[in-house]
């Protein structure tokens, strides 16, 4: 109480209400790659990455520019003998590097995406390097909002063995903080799987899930009047001509050029359209809930066709024990994700990701609503009072359904105090020592109906 010495009336305000736990974020996404207006070094001078939250992919162009333009070589022929009218082929030239986070954001956000954020690790002119990306990891770390990892633009702009390195740090940094996931795509090409899981090194799987293949988008490629060459298909060829050039002279050709090269889709690795989901079912059912069994928007559908048999090697191995989540396409419902396990397949603990995202959101709320009892009287009424603040919390995960059990009790528990959890000896350092234990819901990953024949009875 304070202390008054001047007559007077004084007004205390008491609070009487406990303190409770603010569930944290759980679908920040952080997109590593490089951008249009992105940093640059000059000399042996360190890269420093630039990181930025955005919301939509105007802010995204404010602040990082747009894509890199492709290039295209449209070969046309003449009709009438004169001029170039009718288009024969067209082709794409790719560029020297891949950079696809511009496209990555764009499918993001088409498939429910919300806020993110986007750590720039160089510009269009840059070389790529696993350097650059763990710089921009180092970065991220720094970072307390994001909850998601992605390494997009690594996996094409990076050898195999330069990207698998990446994804260990990745998966390290998530074990360390302990407040986010990485989702990592696996390598187009033959024996993709197998390299995958030979390559990975890391003891940090259930921090992370791996999704395949590659999908084949509704995205278009952007590109520039400038940057589609235009060639006569009948020798002896003129000199070439670009699409500004036949803007306004030549409107039936151009015309059917954009036409063509907008018919020209984008592959992505999953990813990006992965972490929309896990935002969008996070956000409409709660991240207790599988990111499976959800249709992809903006797609048309995976490169690869995967059977059920192809399946069943993705979701199990034995040896590595690195499962890898499906995506696959079928008739009359689209394109699903078709898996929701981490790359610790084989750990009964933490095989499945929302499982593992559950414990993180529940970890990070309770260590962030606790703060409070710092340095406060190391005693039963502290204790109580963070007890109570738990409890209260994980009941109301419980009656959302996030937790097991049909009771509270049989959901849940906290114990805290001397004697429960701490010694005397614990008191006299310090330590406050809260043991809490959840019963986290697990996916119906396999439902098997049983039928027998029922005999006829008189």
Known sequence: MASYRTPG???????????????????????????????????????????????????????????????????????NGVS?????????????????????????????????????????????SKEDFIAGLAALEKEDEPTLILLTDAVDLLSADDYYTVCGQALAQCSKLGDRF???????????????????????????????????????????????AIVDQDPPAPAATTLETIRTSNTALYNQIKTTIAQQRVELPPSPAIAGVYASVDRERGVWKAPANVSLAAVIGPVTKITNEDQASLNDDPNAGKSINAIRAFTGKGTLVWGARTLAGNDNEWRYVPVRRLFIMIEESVQKASAFAVFEPNDATTWLKVKAMIESYLYGLWEQGALAGSTPEAAYFVQVGLGKTMTPQDVLEGRMIVEIGVAAVRPAEFIILRFTHKLQQA
Do not use: W
């Open 84 to 128: 170039l009218s009718e288009l024969a082929t067209l082709v794409r030239t790719p560029p020297a590097h891949e950079f696809r986070l511009y496209y990555s954001l764009s499918h993001y956000f088409q498939n429910g995406g919300g806020s993110c954020y986007v750590v720039s690790i160089g510009n269009y002119d840059a070389i790529p």
């Open 9 to 79: 009336v004084y007004v205390e305000e008491i609070s009487t209400l406990p303190p409770s736990v603010a569930g944290v974020s759980t679908a920040v996404p952080a997109f590593i790659g490089y951008t249009e207006l992105g940093p640059t070094t000059s000399g042996s001078d360190p890269l420093i990455p630039v990181v930025a939250r955005i919301s939509t992919m105007l802010e995204y162009r404010a602040l990082f520019g747009s894509a890199l333009p492709s290039g295209f070589t449209a070969t046309a022929r003449a009709t």
């Open 182 to 228: 990485t989702i990592l795509d696996v390598l187009a090409g033959t024996n993709a799987v197998s390299d995958f899981r030979n390559k990975l090194q890391s003891d940090h799987l259930s921090y992370g899930a791996a999704y395949y293949p590659y999908l084949q988008t509704t995205l278009s490629y952007e590109y520039t009047s400038t940057s589609v």
